[in-house]
């Protein structure tokens, strides 16, 4: 209720329109129990009984609207709440950034997003609902039995505890089971996902035998856990429906001795009889869906964990100025330590990137070179020193303004399912296509696009599975071009192609480099060689920077770096 406010208009709709439900229930057994006392007793003729049964007629057809209407406004509040939670838990997973879910299960996160969300449907729509109503309408008929008959009312109000009592105490173990189950299928999502996203190299390594009978054991857990959530329901099921029954058989045994002691009128007495049950309904209604309002509440409690974690950056929106034309970036004594971790991942980094050069950042692995292009792309805030461009605080501009003068070529670039045109135009989404088009033959792209059965309308499928390696490159390279941002980072691009392919792709970034400030990954020597200038990270500290020549002739940490590359050649 604190993370959805629409949710309250909705609950208290339900709820309301719950209340006058019962008040029509009371209204439709009063009618009924007269036209009984007078029909049987009293003798009546229809001409006499008329207006009674009108009266009761349209209690029932209002008590039937008053429900339908309150399954149409709690379903709608469901389906608001929903749309709603599941928007923000995405738009903070991505505000989160890669800092955050590289160190989740994509299947897990997928499954909390869709199942999760979707198992909070009967938890708002039917069990916070029926959660007020198993108080509120059990005391509005306990209000209305004491002007008929206090004996009764006080009888059922004295039994009515022993179901909430009951409902806890087997509903405790049934929780513990339901939290058991979601993790299991939050387990089996990511361990699926995982198998069908690497399904080509269990295939190649000739592991899928092995890997169907983990998919078997991950199957049974899931399903052993689901048939012991079930049965500790259906448990509380058959203990509430005992309890309620013994409840209202007490209430009838008692009722039928005062009538043979001529101690009640049998109106009285009827009418009584015949809203017992409907006391004892909505505490029945509670045990039915207390089932659900565990499936949602396992569920809801790690999807407001996600919307609980504080975001890694700033979302203010930025108090000055984007700079324009090149930028000159400095890093000023930036620190970053992961949380958990003993050693900062970053500490005391002074770096300058001068504008319209190329820097490339070498240092084994662990140095601390993702986290320093991670603070640059603002998927993370430094927590000491600061990043200025052009002497501006990039922590002052929004962080959507500072991405925009931002382009990446990974190493492994991700493209989507569509056609390879949408894949280009995620860099700039209001491109036309002439631009996109331009930037592919910028790219060395469009040579191998237009070859495809449908050019540049191709589809490409998830993750590119129609190109290649270096076809995949070049199309992440025609995004940087179409983006044509002043400072570019790449993740040593050509580290896993052929030499045709390599070539290609070379032609293009250097093309791509012209008039930029960049940052690249760098994993081999051909890429050093051509920067303008080397920084070296060693455990997280900037060990030295100058140009190749001058750092072996130091025989410092970079030499070291050069000898242990030639070696492996070796």
Same mark, same amino acid.
């Given at each position: ?6 949710a ?18 009371i ?9 009984v ?16 049964l009108?009266l ?27 749309? =709603?939670? !599941? ?27 869709v199942?999760? %969300? ?15 109503? *198993? ?7 306990f ?14 109000? #004295?039994?009515?505890?022993a179901?909430?009592v009951?409902?806890?105490? %087997? ?31 269990l ?9 169907r009978e ?8 899931? !399903? ?29 045994v ?9 101690? /009640? ?9 015949l ?16 089932? #659900? ?13 996600i919307l609980?974690?504080?975001t ?14 090149l930028?000159s970036? =400095?890093f ?9 971790s003993?050693?900062?991942?970053? *500490?005391?980094v ?5 504008a ?5 950042? %070498?240092?084994?692995?662990? #140095? ?9 792309? &603002? ?6 020193? &600061? ?15 500072? $991405? =925009? ?6 190493? $492994? ?6 056609s390879?045109?949408?894949?280009? &135009? ?9 631009e ?27 993750r590119? @599975?129609?190109?290649?390696g ?6 992440? /390279? ?6 044509d941002a ?18 290609l ?5 250097? $093309? ?7 940052? @690249? ?11 303008? $200038?080397?920084?070296?990270? =060693? ?13 072996v ?9 050069v000898?242990?590359?030639k070696?492996?050649?070796?």
């Amino acid at each position: 209720m604190r993370q959805i406010k629409p949710a309250r208009i909705f609950l208290g709709g339900t709820i309301a329109l719950g209340m006058l439900g019962a008040v029509a229930t009371i209204a439709q057994m009063l009618f009924l129990s007269m036209v009984v006392d007078r029909v049987f007793l009293a003798g009546e003729s229809l001409e006499g009984m008329r207006t009674l049964l009108l009266l009761l007629l349209g209690s029932i057809v209002l008590r039937s609207g008053l429900l339908w209407l309150r399954e149409v406004v709690a379903q709608r509040g469901a389906v608001r709440v929903k749309n =709603e939670l !599941r928007e923000r838990l995405f738009a903070h997973l991505m505000r989160l950034g890669p800092g955050y879910t590289g160190g989740e299960r994509t299947g897990e996160l997928v499954a909390t997003a869709v199942e999760g %969300v979707e198992r909070l449907d009967a938890y708002v729509g039917r069990y916070l609902p029926q959660m007020a109503l *198993s108080a509120f309408v059990p005391l509005l008929i306990f209000a209305y039995l004491l002007s008929v008959d206090p004996i009764s009312a006080v009888l059922l109000l #004295a039994t009515a505890p022993a179901i909430p009592v009951l409902m806890v105490l %087997v509903g405790s173990h049934a929780e513990e089971q339901m939290q058991g189950q979601w993790a299991a299928l939050s387990r089996m999502s990511a361990h699926f996902l995982d198998v069908l996203q690497g399904l080509p190299t269990l295939k190649i390594f000739g592991r899928g035998a092995a890997e169907r009978e983990r998919v078997a054991e991950v199957s049974d857990e899931f !399903r052993e856990r689901t048939l012991k959530v079930l049965r500790y329901a259906f448990l509380s099921g058959f203990v509430l429906e005992f309890i309620a029954t013994l409840s209202i058989a007490l209430v009838a045994v008692a009722l039928g001795v005062r009538l043979l002691i001529g101690n /009640i009128p049998f109106e009285a007495a009827f009418l009584v009889l015949l809203l017992a049950p409907e006391f004892f309904r909505p505490l029945r209604e509670l045990g039915v869906h207390r089932h #659900a309002g565990m499936e949602g509440k396992a569920s809801a409690n790690r999807i407001f964990e996600i919307l609980n974690t504080p975001t890694p950056v700033s979302t203010d929106p930025g108090t000055v100025t984007q700079p324009s034309g090149l930028l000159s970036i =400095e890093f000023g004594d930036v620190g970053y330590g992961y949380p958990g971790s003993e050693r900062p991942a970053l *500490s005391g980094v002074d770096l300058t990137l001068p504008a319209g050069t190329c820097t490339a950042l %070498v240092g084994r692995s662990g #140095a601390g070179k993702s986290t320093l292009v991670n603070l640059l792309m &603002r998927f993370l805030d430094p927590e000491n020193g &600061r990043i200025t461009a052009n002497g501006v605080p990039i922590t002052d501009l929004s962080v959507e303004s500072w $991405r =925009e003068s931002l382009a990446l070529v990974p190493q $492994r670039p991700y493209l989507f399912y569509g056609s390879v045109l949408e894949n280009i &135009r995620l860099a700039r989404p209001a491109a036309t296509r002439e631009e996109i088009e331009q930037a592919a033959e910028m790219a060395g792209a469009s040579e191998f696009i237009e070859h495809l059965p449908r050019g540049y309308d191709t589809e490409v499928g998830e993750r590119g @599975v129609r190109l290649s390696g270096g076809e995949a490159q070049r199309v992440a /390279i025609a995004r940087a071009f179409l983006k044509d941002a002043p400072v570019l980072i790449m993740d040593e691009s050509t580290s896993s192609l052929d030499p045709e392919s390599e070539r290609l792709i070379g032609v293009a970034l250097e $093309r791509l480099m012209r008039d930029r400030t960049v940052l @690249v990954i760098a994993h081999r020597m051909n890429t050093v060689y051509r920067a303008d $200038r080397i920084a070296v990270l =060693e455990t997280g500290r900037l060990a030295e920077v100058g140009v190749h020549a001058d750092l072996v002739e130091r025989g410092g940490p970079y030499a070291n770096l050069v000898g242990t590359y030639k070696r492996t050649l070796a």
